[in-house]
């Protein structure tokens, strides 16, 4: 059987088309790539994709609904459309401590504005002031503050003082922000991360204008530089292994040459080829083609084909779940299916009761537990 990608995909343009011609260069007819269509979604609908590639989900919330549901069908959505509604910065920070990854000092500010349909009630479990003087020492400045569930580097500032803290702080409004210790670094890298086992690092240096990051060098050397690209591929690893992410960078700022992870938490990351160049977009279009392709050969109809990440399955205790046995269907058993006319009264009760409601399947298989 022809096992069908997708990838869903918002104002780029340069790496989902490429990305679709790879997978149907190297699909050879047995896996094949298209721009995701949607024409309605229906609850508990199988619309066929094995793979599906989100590239932009965070921006639309009824894309997100939408790749929930593929992926409770057996779709193998990337990301994980559940873990990503989940995640934030502050969180990833706090798991990658834990693992023994370094991190900048980091502390969570309440937003600077209560957030909608709140009053100073909603806030009673909140120290005022918060102790300040704590959180300036621990983290020191100059500092960075960005939001605490970011990106795209918006909203994030540098600030060298509490006065340029306080000042900025007022200006993000309802974000719940993240205060940071800066790292000074002597080498910057992007690591793309694929399947939780391809791993690409580029050299980058924010510093420098916009069209110019990626085109940097490795100031380490030596032996010294061996070490620091086999730690920062083992982090990336060991990060994306724990969130459960397939497709995503992590971004570490080396200080005396420990690297320090700034930002993993990016889903959708950047892969166009002028901002990241030929070389990586080479590098990401084949290895992201090639891991769909594994994807959709490993893909089991009915079964969750979604990856989940080391921390939430060592969180839960394993239970089995019961796919798909009554009413789930594909979507064109469902056009088939379908109740021509609703006003044929007679007709409907009937498809109800031989049918059964989608809710009464579920709930029956929820008791048999
Ligand atoms: N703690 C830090 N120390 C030094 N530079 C930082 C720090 N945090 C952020 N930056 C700089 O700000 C940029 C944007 O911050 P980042 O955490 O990557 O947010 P975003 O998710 O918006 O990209 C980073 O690429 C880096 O150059
Ligand atoms: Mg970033």
Request: aromatic letters at 12%.
């Amino acid at each position: 059987m022809i096992k069908k990608v997708g990838i869903l995909f918002g104002m780029e343009d340069t790496y989902p088309w490429a990305f679709i011609d790879k997978v149907n260069e190297l699909g050879k007819g047995e896996v094949i790539a298209e721009a995701v269509q949607i024409d309605k979604v229906q609850q508990g609908i199988d619309y066929g994709y094995s793979v599906i590639f989100d590239r932009i989900s965070q921006e639309v919330p009824f894309y997100r609904a939408y790749l929930k549901n593929a992926s409770l069908m057996g779709t193998a959505v990337i990301n994980n459309p559940f873990w990503w509604s989940a995640d934030e910065k502050f969180f990833n920070n706090c798991l990658s401590m834990e693992m023994g990854i370094p991190v900048p000092k980091t502390v969570l500010l309440p937003s600077n504005t209560r957030p909608d349909n709140t009053s100073e009630t909603s806030f009673r479990n909140l120290k005022g002031p918060l102790d300040w003087e704590y959180m300036f020492d621990y983290i020191g400045f100059p500092a960075y503050m960005k939001p605490h569930d970011g990106g795209g580097w918006k909203s994030v500032y540098r600030v060298e003082n509490s006065e340029q803290l306080f000042e900025a702080h007022k200006e993000t409004e309802q974000l719940v922000m993240m205060l940071q210790e800066e790292i000074v670094f002597d080498d910057y890298f992007r690591v793309y991360c694929l399947g939780q086992k391809y791993v690409h690092i580029m050299p980058y240096d924010p510093r420098k204008p916009f069209h110019e990051r990626y085109v940097s060098n490795i100031k380490a050397t030596g032996e010294s530089r061996k070490k620091l690209l086999k730690t920062v591929h083992d982090y990336t690893l060991k990060l994306n292994q724990a969130l459960g992410y397939d497709f995503n960078t992590v971004e570490f700022a080396v200080r005396d040459g420990v690297p320090y992870a700034i930002d993993f938490c990016n889903p959708a990351p950047d892969a166009d080829i002028h901002s990241v160049g030929q070389e990586n977009f080479d590098w990401i279009v084949e290895h992201s083609a090639k891991y769909a392709i594994e994807k959709a050969k490993a893909h089991k109809p009915g079964q969750n084909n979604t990856s989940w990440g080391g921390f939430l399955r060592n969180s839960i205790a394993s239970t089995t779940r019961k796919v798909g046995k009554v009413n789930l269907k594909t979507a064109a058993q469902a056009k088939k299916t379908a109740v021509k006319s609703p006003i044929n009264k007679k007709k409907v009760a009937k498809a109800a009761t031989v049918k059964k409601a989608p809710a009464k399947t579920k709930a029956a298989t929820k008791s048999k537990k």
